[in-house]
């Protein structure tokens, strides 16, 4: 399997001023054998082959001179932990399953989430993370299963990522979560973290081409925390996809759990 061996000691020379203690997000995902990670990579292949086959039904009606805007209802819920940003961003992803299901059944802990995930301090995998999101499908009505994934693996990776958020978006399925280095998000500043974040919007204005996805940030420091909206980027432009490719890119811990 791809990504291992020297990888933790190559990311800490990299990257030193990461904290470990603010590191929410894992560098490798000791649960992925290779069976494990053919699993999901078929799982992916066929929502990625699903969503666009619907997309292709709704071209039609979703089709707009103007561009593209898509947004669902994501309530922010600061992490309670430095490392607990897995756990935070779970329950923000479940706060949309809520609201659209309309439960009157509270979200679970971010304690209980952290547990069913298997977050510690050395953070979450986002395997963890899709495989306790999924164990509310019948609490919160989900339409559709949470898949980890990679990125940095396919032939097209930055439309393919883009087209998963969107249809996610689109078709009011799912919350995406993204594992990022905070480097290429322009309003961390510089600041490194490996860290999970939770989407909530996507535009893309025709006019002038340019694409942003709105993330939610449960980070407890408030210079951080909140709701941003960033450029999608490239593999050479900063935005949330190069943030998403690189920490991809840095270790067997898959990208996105969509």
Not at 228 to 254: C, I, K, P, Q
Request: glycine share 6%.
């Amino acid at each position: 399997m791809r990504k291992l061996g020297l990888t933790v000691l190559l990311f800490l020379f990299l990257f030193p001023t990461i904290v470990h203690g603010e590191q929410g997000a894992a560098v490798d995902d000791l649960t992925l054998t290779p069976e494990n990670y053919e699993k999901w990579l078929q799982l992916a292949e066929q929502k990625d082959k699903e969503q666009e086959e619907l997309m292709k039904e709704r071209i039609n009606i979703l089709s707009n001179p103007e561009g593209e805007f898509y947004t669902i209802n994501v309530t922010i819920n600061m992490q309670e932990k430095g490392y607990w940003c897995g756990p935070a961003s779970a329950r923000q992803s479940l706060s949309f399953h809520k609201s659209k299901s309309e439960s009157s059944i509270l979200l679970p802990s971010q304690q209980t989430l952290a547990s069913k995930i298997g977050t510690t301090t050395d953070g979450s995998s986002t395997t963890g993370i899709a495989n306790a999101l999924n164990s509310y499908k019948d609490t919160y009505s989900l339409d559709s299963l949470y898949v980890a994934a990679d990125i940095s693996n396919l032939s097209n990776p930055l439309y393919t990522f883009e087209t998963r958020i969107k249809n996610d978006l689109k078709n009011q399925t799912n919350a995406p979560i993204l594992l990022v280095e905070t480097q290429y998000l322009t309003y961390y500043k510089g600041k490194q973290l490996r860290y999970y974040v939770t989407v909530s919007g996507y535009s893309y204005e025709k006019a002038t081409g340019k694409k942003m996805i709105r993330i939610v940030d449960p980070n407890y420091d408030t210079n951080y925390y909140g709701t941003h909206w960033e450029a999608l980027g490239s593999t050479t432009e900063n935005g949330v996809f190069r943030a998403v490719y690189n920490a991809d890119l840095n270790g067997s811990n898959m990208a996105m759990a969509y």
